[in-house]
């Protein structure tokens, strides 16, 4: 039997071809089996060669027109994260303008200054006993006995009528009593000055320096404080060489003293270095006697002094 493809082939062919054939039939002889099977199997071929089917058809893909470029999607940007705020700064109040100092205030600037100098300078040492028989026959004689300005001045004149015609048993006595005031002076002024520290004794020294060069007090002399404590200042090298030169009879007594410390100078700058070494080599030894003597009496290193320029 024929197959769907093969009959429709035929019936293509029979309208076309039956007059057709009807003619070859009458010319020609009727063909054998063998040859109609043959025509049958080339019906067959043509209607599967010439009929497309879907296995055989080609699916074409679609170029893209020239000069129209593939459209990519650009990935959208990631939004920026937002900035926080900055802390605000405080605000930093300037300072009010200094008002100028008035003459008042100025005075009692001074006035509290001066007060505090005279605390820090410890002027409370005990007061001293007289320390030679005339001063102990002058108290003696005249304790107690008040009077004017002009008074006084005359019991003074009789006073040293009288003190001058002591005997000498009367003059050893109050020399006595002198040479007791002396050890008593001394051992109570001592116990003063250890009753404070070497730092309070050496500040108290600096008050007194400063109030006498600034305020002029006290109007008498200054009163130096000795204590034993406080370590020497090192001796310099030039130091050491004027003493030299004095000890070596160079230098006259009678000339003047300007005149011989310029002379000490002039020979102190000509010296070699080989010359000076003896003394350079005697202030090193000074200086490191001070700085153990100043650490046992402050506890601690003296401060780097500044070099003292050469004469």
């Given at each position: 039997m024929l197959s769907v493809a093969g009959r429709a082939a035929l019936r293509?062919?029979?309208?076309?071809?039956s007059s057709r054939s009807f003619v070859i039939s009458r010319v020609a002889a009727p063909a054998p089996h063998w040859q109609a099977l043959k025509t049958l199997h080339a019906v067959?071929?043509?209607?599967?060669?010439?009929?497309?089917t879907k296995s055989s058809t080609t699916k074409t893909t679609k170029k893209p027109a020239a000069g129209k470029t593939a459209t990519t999607t650009k990935p959208k940007a990631?939004?920026?994260?937002?900035?926080?705020?900055?802390?605000?700064?405080?605000?930093v109040r300037k300072p009010a303008a200094k008002k100028p100092a008035t003459p008042a205030s100025l005075e009692r600037k001074e006035?509290?200054?001066?007060?505090q100098l005279k605390k820090t300078a410890l002027f409370t040492e005990p007061k001293p006993l007289p320390e030679t028989a005339w001063r102990v026959f002058?108290?003696?004689?005249?304790?107690?006995?008040?009077?004017?300005?002009?008074?006084q001045a005359a019991k003074m004149i009789a006073t040293a009528e009288a003190f001058k015609a002591l005997s000498p048993s009367e003059a050893q006595r109050y020399?006595?009593?002198?040479?007791?005031?002396?050890?008593?002076?001394?051992?109570?002024?001592?116990?003063?000055?250890?009753?404070?520290?070497?730092?309070e004794m050496n500040n108290a020294m600096n008050a007194r320096a400063r109030l006498k060069r600034d305020y002029n007090y006290p109007k008498g002399n200054v009163k130096l404080i000795k204590d034993s404590r406080m370590p020497k200042r090192p001796i310099t090298a030039y130091a050491f060489f004027t003493r030299a030169k004095w000890a070596s009879g160079e230098l006259t007594q009678q000339g003047p003293i300007g005149e011989n410390a310029a002379a000490i100078s002039a020979e102190w700058k000509s010296l070699s270095a080989s010359e000076r070494?003896?003394?350079?080599?005697?202030?090193?030894?000074?200086?490191?006697r001070y700085?153990?003597?100043?650490?046992?009496?402050?506890?601690?290193?003296p401060e780097q002094a500044k070099k003292s320029p050469e004469p």
């Open positions: 293509r062919l029979g309208a076309g071809a067959r071929l043509y209607a599967s060669v010439g009929r497309p990631k939004k920026a994260a937002k900035k926080k705020p900055a802390a605000a700064k405080p605000k006035a509290a200054l001066r007060r002058v108290v003696d004689k005249l304790k107690g006995q008040p009077g004017t300005f002009q008074d020399a006595s009593i002198a040479e007791e005031n002396v050890r008593a002076n001394n051992a109570a002024y001592k116990a003063w000055v250890e009753s404070h520290t070497t730092d070494q003896p003394y350079e080599d005697l202030q090193r030894a000074e200086s490191q700085e153990k003597d100043h650490e046992a009496a402050f506890g601690r290193k």
